[in-house]
């Protein structure tokens, strides 16, 4: 083999890793590049084809080389991992706390001694085709977002700087009414209000499909209940106030910490609504909820113990 047939090898070994639309250029960028090098190695004389495989050797693999031209996107964006980190967490952490729910409430948990095992394996499988599923729809999101035509900019389009302590008060207010009508509602039950708006006919199916369980209405809502009314008061006071302070932010971290704790612990702990499905999906919905809200706060109140002792946002001049 000539030296000019191992570059030419070279240099197609390198550009068939390439977009296809770069893959000429290149070829012919590389092969130029290096049959100069070649030549200032020979010093005037006939390249040999030892000369040329060790200008070969220094140039390195060609998968390596050819990221010196073009760097693969990532699966995900960057701007997406810390969500999509989230998200997994979330789905997974609730999983796990719904399969535990079931190996602690079903009878035949008791009886058949593989049913935690096999629930196990199901949450496995069950996860791993979420991630995949995250995983595809974050990567079409960012290959969506790398190939949409870009138009012309201008630097007025620049959006303005926002201070995230500022709070939105219409959109508090809003928020505020609309999550105390939801409270309410679910504090005085599901069942009573539908059955109270539903023909005589419909209202014993509406009552035994969304009745809470005894046991949840008399020890576990109360407290969630409460719970939930003070998070709204903590908002509330947030919009009359106008802006979050460091304190009011590791105030909201630690109540939405003990949110979500209390909303895993009523997962585990037995049935929310008398009859199923019902069960099934506010036990799912509220695994969910907790499950983010834990990792969310617990991320917030890292955040805010690492940032102590940094100047505030409203403290620093743009």
Known sequence: MTPQDMIARYAHDVARRLPREMRADVSAELRA????????????????????????????????AALNYHTPPPVIDARDTRVFGKLAATILTALAILALSVALSDPAARADAALPGRLAEGAIQFGLQILG???????AIGAVRRHRPQGAWSPRALPPVRDPDVVNRPLAAVSILFWTAGLS????????????????????????????????????????????????????????????????????AGLSLVISVALLHIVL??????????????????ALTGSWGLIDSVSTLHRE????????FADVTV
Not at 269 to 286: H, I, K
Not at 305 to 312: D, I, L
């Open 305 to 312: 113990n690492r940032a102590r002792g940094r100047q505030p």
């Open 133 to 139: 599923a995250l995983l595809i729809l974050f990567w």
């Open 33 to 64: 590049l290096l049959t100069e090098e070649l030549d200032a190695r020979a010093g005037g004389a006939a390249p040999d084809p030892e000369t040329a495989r060790a200008l070969l050797a220094g140039f390195g693999d060609p998968a390596l």
């Open 185 to 252: 509602i679910l504090a005085a039950g599901p069942a009573k209000l539908m059955a109270s708006v539903a023909t005589e006919a419909a209202a014993p199916q509406l009552l035994a499909a969304f009745a809470y369980d005894p046991a949840f209405e008399a020890q576990r809502a109360p407290v969630l209940w409460t719970l939930l009314a003070l998070s709204i008061a903590l908002y509330a006071w947030h919009a009359v106030a106008g802006r979050r302070t460091r304190a009011s932010r590791l105030a909201e």
């Open 269 to 286: 702990a037995g049935a929310v609504f008398a009859a199923e499905p019902a069960n099934e999906y506010m036990e799912f919905a509220m």
